[in-house]
């Protein structure tokens, strides 16, 4: 086949060789053809005809009339699929080679006959009028603290225009965590952009009892900054595309990042909010001259933060608990019956009575949790041992796994469930009095040494370590292994096969 360089080639070759032979032989074509294209004075693109025919038959030609509407009611429906379904109907009649064929009809159909694709209008972004947000879930990223998984989200915070990002380490898209989030944005950034856009927000929105109470707080936070309020359609999460796409550009540089570093593993949780925060600051360094363009338009901050809390005023019940955001948490039971003030934080709450901070407690993720601290109720629950059996909150009332050992050898050693109830509990309530620590260090030894473990045990062997005269540690002899016992199982025969 004479392709168009060489048509272009002899064409030229016959203006300046002495014959036409030799001019065909440098395009590397018969002479015959040569004359050809010359006598043409055309390329061979320019003569060239569309294939239009199809070779062989449409095995799909006899049922298209049945699939067409399949492909009109469902726009997402798959080739792949309706094959299989034809494949099921009619046993036999298609084989797996045909699928391509089909897939290319539907191809062609959708281009000429079926529905519109929704259209993607590109937006001019203008700098400093828009800040987008939204949460993203960082597990995918096998990030641990101390060598335990670390599961949590990032509130991610982007400047359409320039690029200018910033995020913050959370547990749940709360309302807590969204202003908290935002705050840490703006003040990092030093000013406001015009407005904040987000999704519909429905998951913190669920966490509160009524729509009405997010609007309130959320329309707060928004006066404060001065900052006009957008959000997305439903179902349309393209409309917040700059943040979603910065949540994919985000979580590969710091998976990247990760690599370089050698390990998943951080020794603290601040040690990684640095990691992330200097992330942050590397990304930022090359978008510093649009930026200038966004905070030339960006309005100041307010003197102030808003508080990034909730207030709340609960009751502590007879069980010594008061119940927040639909978990349960354990308070002093000299407050049974007051009435305290809760600060709830997006990782902390606080518990205030008459106007003094009793009690600072991790929030809970998620809902129908509990926390329970057995300071709270252990000298009331001394004195009803009978309760710790069917106690509800039990599994919370062994505070390591040292406790649950001891707890386990108590219930071996004793005759009744009652006695083993008192003597763990007696053990708890020394753990509360001189520290969990302490308790934990001597149960440690007394299990390690196989001895009976109660309060009077343990009450001598805290003694012996504060005088230093506890028992010495059993040092375990590890025996050297001799690997050349193995030589000696082969034989001789095998011995050679193995020096060759």
Known sequence: MVSDRQARKVIELMQSEPTKAIAATKAGMDEKTARKWVRLGKLPSEIKTSHTWRTRKDPFDAVWSQLTPMFELNPGLEAKTVFEYL??????????????????????????????????????????????????????????????????????????????????????????????????????????????????LTAAVHKLPNIQEFTARYSALLRHYSLEGKKTNGESPHENGDVEQRHYRLKRVVDQELMLRGSRDFESRLSYTEFLRHLFRRMNAGRSKRLADELA??????????????????????????????????????????????????????????????DTIPRLRGENGHYIQYRHIIDWLVKKPGAFENYRYREDLFPTHRFRMAYDQCAGRSVSRMATAKNYLAILQLAARIGEGVVDRALERLLGRSEVVNVESLAVEITSEEHGHHAPRREALIIPVDLSMYDRLLTAREQEVVSA
């Not at 100041?300 to 909730?310: Q, Y």
């Not at 000299?334 to 205030?352: A, F, Q, T, W």
């Open 87 to 200: 494949q099921r109907q009619t046993p036999g009649v298609y084989d797996d080679g045909q699928l391509r064929t089909l897939q290319r009809r539907v191809k062609r159909w959708r281009a000429l006959e079926g529905p519109g694709h929704e259209i993607f209008f590109p937006q001019e972004r203008r700098p400093g009028e828009l800040g987008e947000s939204d949460f993203t879930y960082m597990t995918e990223l096998g990030i641990t603290i101390g060598g335990s998984r670390f599961d949590h989200l990032v509130y991610h915070f982007v400047l359409p225009y320039s690029n200018w990002e910033d995020g913050t380490i959370c547990f749940s898209e709360s309302f807590e965590s969204l202003s908290e989030g935002l705050q840490n944005a703006l003040w990092e950034l030093g000013a406001v952009p015009l407005a904040h856009q987000t999704d519909r």
């Open 297 to 358: 338009v960006c309005r100041s901050l307010p003197a102030t933060r808003l508080e990034a809390m909730k207030r709340m005023r609960v009751r502590v019940s007879v069980a010594s608990t008061i119940r927040v955001n639909h978990n349960t948490y354990s308070i002093n039971s000299r407050l049974i019956g007051e009435h305290v003030d809760v600060r709830l934080h997006s990782e902390h709450l606080e518990v205030h009575y008459g106007g003094q901070c009793v």
